[in-house]
């Protein structure tokens, strides 16, 4: 392994990975909302709603991810729809991380028994105030471990971006490999980068539900 | 005023809760047939059955967390519509206290009283968590107010759920089996606790199998099977000489 070529790539290296954890930042900040309102929306009544939720969670799931890539890179643009390598990007991460995310929130709003309506209604809470004091709170502690590992994957999953061309890590090592062949070097650093950044998250999201969890009588 | 809000014209300012020809189904079942049912201000009503007969479902029509499809339900003189307005008015007068307790599991046990005060009512902080102390004390757990609910025994966490309900000052207080999730050893506590509360004087109906209880609080006792009301009666009446057949049948179950 030549650590002097690591080095070398570095500065590159790191302008790919800003470009990873921008996207990545902003896919899962936009997921995890489409993921609450989507949650919300299959249990709102509302049939239209619940289908056209069901059905959108369904074709993310039952497709690859890249030909969704493609579809919005590739395909959107033909119906009229055009954006930019790294609006597509967000796109498409957005996209998928969501489908994932309204899982994780319905099954959080599940896991909020019926007892907590009957208190608050008994009470005389209002609805949007039994929302937010009551349901939101425990529907994202109830979510929150598979909601942290879909994030982790929406990091990893940025990685797939660069089939489109983005210049994010993954494509900042394969393009330098194209021209140096040093294929072990590039991709050991981007596995290390990778991990860090996913021990991060995922320490993160420990920190989290600790906290969450202190009300609910941990020690 | 809307016709809706309307007060009842045959309002009785002695009447608390009134049923009259009540039917609930729960799609095609029908699980209430023609009840009636009248409690006055300050009266204490128990209510027990076999299980499924339609007691929860009863007492759940008063505060209208259970619709009714046919009949009147008048609580404190306004008759129950799907009107808002009118439910929010009727739950301002009626409490209710249920068998798993249904504390806020991520708020402290002051937090849980002091919700409803603040958001429902507009008290301001200090005024909500004074009252909310006040009621703890006289539930007898004062020094629990800054902990969780999973950190109560369930004795504690049934009496801070009726400190709860009674920092909304209601009139009326519902209680559907407070005691049948606790251990035996914790269920003396909480008996104690209403008995208080009925001896202040409240207005309660109250699903209990604790028969004790009944005999030492209560003004009649209903016996409900199958979703009817099959017999009313004062205690000692209704232990000592129970008039239906099915009311003997499940009290020789149930005393024995
Ligand atoms: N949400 C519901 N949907 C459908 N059926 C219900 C529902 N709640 C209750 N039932 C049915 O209504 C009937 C009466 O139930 P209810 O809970 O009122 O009985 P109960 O007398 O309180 O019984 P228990 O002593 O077991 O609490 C039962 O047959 C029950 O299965
Ligand atoms: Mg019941």
Redesign the interface.
């Known amino acids: 392994m030549d650590f002097a070529y690591i080095l070398e790539a570095l500065p590159d290296l790191m302008t790919g990975l800003k470009t990873t954890l921008i996207v990545s930042f902003l896919a899962i900040f936009l997921s995890c909302l489409i993921g609450l309102v989507g949650a919300v929306l299959r249990k709102s009544g509302i049939k239209p709603l619940q289908y056209a939720v069901t059905a959108y969670v369904e074709f993310i799931r039952g497709t690859p991810y890249l030909v969704q890539i493609f579809f919005i890179f590739y395909g959107l643009p033909s119906l009229g729809l055009r954006f930019s390598i790294f609006w597509s990007g967000v796109i498409a991460l957005t996209a998928w991380a969501s489908a994932f995310q309204i899982e994780n929130f319905r099954a959080g709003l599940a896991a909020v028994g019926s ?2 309506h ?2 608050s ?6 609805r949007w ?1 039994h929302s937010i ?2 349901i939101l ?2 529907a994202t ?1 109830a979510a929150l471990p598979s909601a942290m590992n879909t994030i982790v994957a929406t990091v990893k999953n940025s990685a797939y971006l660069q089939a489109i061309g983005l210049v994010e890590l993954t494509f900042v090592a394969v393009d330098r490999i194209a021209y140096d062949f040093r294929a072990i070097e590039m991709f050991a650093s981007i596995c290390v980068i990778y991990l860090i950044c996913v021990f991060t998250i995922s320490g993160l999201g420990y920190m989290v539900e600790r906290r ?1 969890s202190r ?3 941990g020690r | 005023m809307t016709a809706n809000e309307k007060k009842s014209e045959m309002a009785d300012p002695e009447i608390a809760v009134e049923l009259s020809g009540v039917d609930k189904w729960f799609s095609i079942l029908q699980v209430l047939h023609d009840v009636n049912l009248t409690v006055r201000c300050g009266e204490k009503v128990v209510v027990c059955g076999p299980s499924g007969s339609g007691k929860s479902t009863m007492i ?1 029509c008063i ?3 259970e619709k009714h499809q046919k009949g009147r339900i008048v609580v404190n003189g306004t008759e129950l519509t799907d009107n808002q307005k009118v439910i ?1 008015r009727v ?2 007068d ?3 206290v ?1 068998q ?1 307790f ?7 046990v002051l937090e849980n009283c002091t ?2 005060p603040r ?2 009512k507009g008290v301001a902080r200090k005024d909500a968590e004074a009252l909310a102390r006040a009621y703890l004390e006289r539930v007898r757990i004062p020094d629990k107010a800054d902990f ?4 109560l025994s369930g004795g504690q966490q049934q009496r801070a759920a009726i400190a ?2 009674l920092c ?1 000052s209601p009139k009326i207080m ?1 209680f559907d089996e407070p005691t049948s999730a606790l251990d035996p050893e914790l269920v003396r506590e909480v008996l104690d606790t209403m008995a208080q509360l009925a001896s202040d004087g409240m207005t309660m109906v109250c699903v209990t199998h604790e028969m004790g209880f009944a005999r030492q609080v209560a003004d009649r006792v209903v016996f409900m099977d199958a979703g009817r009301i099959i017999e009313t009666a004062p205690p000692e009446e209704f232990f000592r000489n129970p008039r239906e057949s099915r009311t003997k049948a499940f009290l020789s179950q149930i005393l024995h």
């Open positions: 007892g907590m009957d208190a209604a008994s009470l005389g809470l209002k105030q004091f009551i709170p425990l502690r969450l009300p609910f009588g | 759940r505060n209208y967390l929010d739950r301002q009626v409490g209710m249920f798993n249904n504390l806020y599991p991520h708020l402290t919700l409803a958001w429902v969780y609910p999973s950190q709860r309900s909304m519902l």
